[in-house]
Structure formats: C-alpha cells, structure tokens
C-alpha cells in the first residue's frame, strides 16, 4: 500500500512552514511482506522493502530448496512504533517435508521517502540467522530394521545360504542420482535396500530419520539448531521361511553338478518355507522358465477326473499315437497296452495323456485347470516371480502336447509347487513369502473338489510305490510325479529332470536342468530333502 503524503501549514512569528508527515502504518506494511511471503509473491516482498540486498530472492527460493518449505504461514502480531521505527512480531510456520517448524520472528521497519518499509535483514526469514548464513537439514537415520525367518531368525546378515540371500537382496550407498531421484529426505551416501525384500520394503526397514534443522556458515556447517524432528524406528519383516527345512533343501541339493532348484510350501497357508538354488546369481527357483514335462499330468489328471475319468477306467498306452498330424512317444519307448488311467499316471506314459486329452478336454477347460492351480495369474509373494504360464492351445496336435507339460507350458519350481501345495491341501493358495507385513494378494485361492483331490492324491501316491518314482525310495506317505521334459532343438533334445510331490502339510518341487530323467535326477533329492526333515 502506498501512503499519501499531507501537507499541513503551521504559523509561526513572522511566516509558516510546511510539515510533511506519513500517511498510513508500518503494521500494513508488514501485512503487505507477510501476505507477500505466504503467496510466493517475491516482487511483492521487494515493493515493501527499504534497499532489497541483491541476493533477495535467492534467500528466500532456498527455504525450498535447501529446506523443502512447501507452505508459509505467517501472522502478523501487535506493531510496536517507535518515531520512525517500529517492530512488528509474527508468528510463522514453515511446512516441511517432516512437519512444520513453528518460531516466533520480528520485523524491523522505518520510514523511507515518507512510506513505511521493511528494514531486512537475514533475520526477517529466522531470529536466529544472521549475515552469511542460510538454514539447512541434516537427517540421522536409525538403526535398520531386520529381515527374519518365520521363528524370527535375522537373515539379512552374514552366515545365511545364498539361496536366501537372493531373496532378502542387497542394501548399499545410493548415487546422487539415484537420491535426486528418491527425494527428500535422502541424500548421496544413504544406505538404502538395492534388491530383492530389502528394496522391496526399504522404507518399512528403514524407518524415517530425526531431522534436525539448523543455521549454517557460508560452509555449510552448522552454527545452531533451531529445530528437531524426531524420526520414526524401522520395522522388521518377517518372512515364512523356516529355516530347518530351507536347511533339509539345502542339504538335499548338495553335490549336485547341474543347475537345481527347489521350493517347498506349506498347503494348509501357502506360505514358502523353503527356496533353494544351485549355483546363485539368478533365481531360477522363482523366475526361471522351463517346460514342466510329465508334472504336468497332476493338472492335467484334475482335468480328466472333472471330465468324468476314473482312476480304475482302463486307457490305452500305445508306443505311439498320432493326433493332428502329431506323433507323440512315450519315454524310452514304452508300449504298456490297455492300462488303468491311474497306472496311466504311476507310469508317466505321454501317449495314454495325449489321447485322452483329446477325447475328454477342450483347450479352455485344460486352460481352467491350469488357471485353477495358478497358471497365467499375477503372483506377488513378496519377491519377484514368474508365474506358471500356459497358453490356450490352438489345435488338437497342441491340446494333446500340452496335456503332458511339452509344447508352450512353462513354469519353474515356484509353480510346481504350488500345483503340489493345491493337491495336498484341497485349495490352491497364491503362495506367500512375507508374513508381516501382509502383502495383499490380487488373486483368490482356489477350493478344489475334494473327491477329485482325494483320487489324485491316491494316484500320485502310486507314483512313489509302484510307479516311476518307486526307485527312489521315498518316505511312506508320500504323493509325487515325476517329470522329463524336453527343451532346445535337434533330432534328439536333451531334457530337464522334475519331481513334485507331498507328504502331510509339506508340498514341494525340485528341477535339475538338463538333469536327464526325473526319477533318476530330481526325485533322489525329494528323498534326501524329507528324510532331513
């Protein structure tokens, strides 16, 4: 506002002279700085200010950025006038990142050309900052919190497998610009989680930092602290892993000279207690892509029994079959004539499947049974995975392969298991890694037909006793399948060795890649890994 100039005439002895006085207050001048300070309006600020130092506006623009201020409240308090001079008190708060730093500061004013104007100093912005100094923040991170095992094991240190290790990452020092990426309130040099569970949920482990602001020397270096805000402890987080039986899958894989990998899970949760890998350097437990081969048949048997087979109706196993132009084979050339459709699964024989598929299965509902087990769904244990994939088939000849896990079917050890976990417990669960905090799962369990369920089970178990998997000695109880599934090209391909399998509330899967037969390669270490348990 600008005050008008009166002229006011006043006699004396022998003449007059003119008084000239100034119109207006320095309280609304005040209110024009303040008013201009809350809005951003710097050219407002200058207006109202005797002699603007040249840095002005810079002093200002750096509350936002060397503090983050996002908002300026201000409140002008009662004006004090003294002749020329006055003081005009304010209440401020500066909204910050982390809360908001309350103080009480003052303006000094005067007079200049007849108006009143703010006399500034460094000291308009903080009662406590003086010439060549500005107001910044410094952070003090707290202890991080710890990554555990289901008992409440720290696994996020030393001492812990590699298998684990994949699975908890990897904390480091960020880049500059990595932390101009991050934003406030981290800077170069914070420690932060780089991969897996610790990236994952770095700012649960992390907690918030006390965050001290303070004034500064032209160097940066503190001079006096005006005000603090106290951070907030990391929280724990605590996955499913068990560390005995992540020890028995650790032991079973050892000696092995071929990629291996390995998942167990509880069916009764779904939680994961076990992922082991052989060599480290890539999850191939979880991520990793591979055909399931005969594994396969467990959702493909589901399948079946939905469509009205029974385990005791006897199936055709003939060395060959053709179906849509495709010659399929059994391993090793097995010819086994007219069959029960369980023995059809204890013996693994891929032409007894491929026919059967054709006849009683359309590719959707082969395509529901995989969707029902947890193929081609978005699972988010906790860690990155690849999901089993199974895409609708396109023909008979492709029907009839993808029944026994061949074609277009991928999956991992992490898939398989699941399918394993689905049968032991009557409902397929999305399997979960991390127990606290939950992580919100997009897809639903899937409740199974128990009386399908309780024949497949029957079936799977004479996999282990007079089946394909009865060389391996399995502990009693046990329901598996084992699995050869070919891979690359060529006349003869090499082929990955599976074996899945249950006994009580423990579900698992074990792929050798390249290993050869499953029953020779994968379902040995089946063996070692329950007789450890």
């Keep these: 506002m600008v005050a008008a100039a009166t002229v006011v005439l006043v006699g004396v002895a022998g003449g007059a002279y003119i008084l000239l006085r100034t119109k207006g207050g320095p309280a609304q001048t005040a209110r024009d700085f303040l008013s201009g300070w809350q809005r951003g309006d710097l050219a407002a600020m200058r207006v109202a200010t005797v002699s603007p130092p040249g840095d002005f506006d810079e002093q200002y623009q750096s509350l936002r950025g060397d503090l983050g201020v996002t908002k300026v409240r201000a409140s002008l308090e009662k004006v004090t006038r003294h002749g020329d001079r006055a003081t005009a008190p304010f209440t401020a708060d500066l909204g910050l990142p982390m809360g908001t730093l309350h103080y009480q500061g003052r303006l000094l004013l005067t007079t200049s050309h007849r108006r009143w104007k703010v ?182 048997a589901y399948a079946l029994l939905q469509a009205g087979l029974s385990p005791s109706a006897k199936v055709d196993c003939p060395k060959t079959a053709n179906v849509g132009g495709q010659v399929i084979h059994n391993s090793e050339s097995e010819q086994l004539g007219s069959i029960t459709f369980k023995d059809a699964l204890a013996q693994s024989c891929n032409t007894a499947f491929a026919l059967q598929t054709h006849r009683l299965l359309s590719p959707g509902k082969l395509a529901s049974a995989a969707g029902i087990f947890g193929f081609n769904q978005k699972l988010d244990p906790g860690v990155p995975v690849n999901a089993g994939s199974f895409p609708t088939p396109t023909s008979d000849a492709e029907l009839a392969v993808a029944g026994f896990g061949q074609g277009r079917d991928l999956a991992n050890a992490f898939s398989m298991a699941g399918v394993a976990a689905g049968v032991a417990g009557g409902t397929w669960r999305p399997p979960s890694l991390v127990s606290e905090p939950q992580v919100p799962q997009k897809v639903k369990a899937n409740r199974l037909d128990p009386g399908i369920t309780s024949q497949l089970t029957d079936m799977m178990r004479a996999v282990v006793t007079t089946g394909t998997a009865k060389p391996a000695g399995l502990p009693p109880g046990t329901a598996g399948k084992t699995g050869t599934a070919e891979y690359g090209s060529g006349t003869k391909l090499p082929t990955h060795a599976w074996f899945l399998g249950f006994r009580g509330d423990m579900a698992f899967a074990v792929i050798v890649e390249g290993g050869g037969f499953g029953a020779k390669a994968a379902a040995p270490i089946a063996t070692r890994f329950l007789n450890g348990l």
Excluded: C
């Design 119 to 300: 006399a500034w100093s460094p000291e308009a912005i903080h009662p406590d900052l003086h010439a060549g100094q500005h107001l910044r923040t410094s952070y003090t991170w707290p202890k991080r919190a710890t990554v555990m095992a289901a008992d409440g094991t720290p696994i996020d240190g030393a001492g812990v497998s590699g298998s684990v290790q994949q699975l908890v990452g990897s904390t480091g020092p960020i880049t500059a610009k990595q932390a101009n990426r991050l934003g406030t309130p981290y800077e170069k040099g914070d420690v932060v989680g780089q991969a897996g569970l610790q990236q994952r949920f770095d700012k649960r482990l992390a907690g918030t930092p006390t965050v001290t602001v303070s004034t500064a020397d032209a160097s940066d270096h503190a001079v006096n602290t005006v005000g603090t805000f106290p951070g907030k402890p990391g929280r724990d987080v605590k996955t499913t892993l068990d560390p005995h039986v992540q020890q028995a899958a650790a032991n079973a894989m050892q000696g092995q000279t071929k990629p291996t990998s390995m998942v167990a899970i509880r069916p009764s949760t779904g939680q994961i207690l076990a992922v082991a890998n052989l060599p480290g350097g890539f999850d191939r437990a979880m991520q990793g892509t591979y055909p399931p081969g005969s594994t396969f048949k467990v959702v493909t």
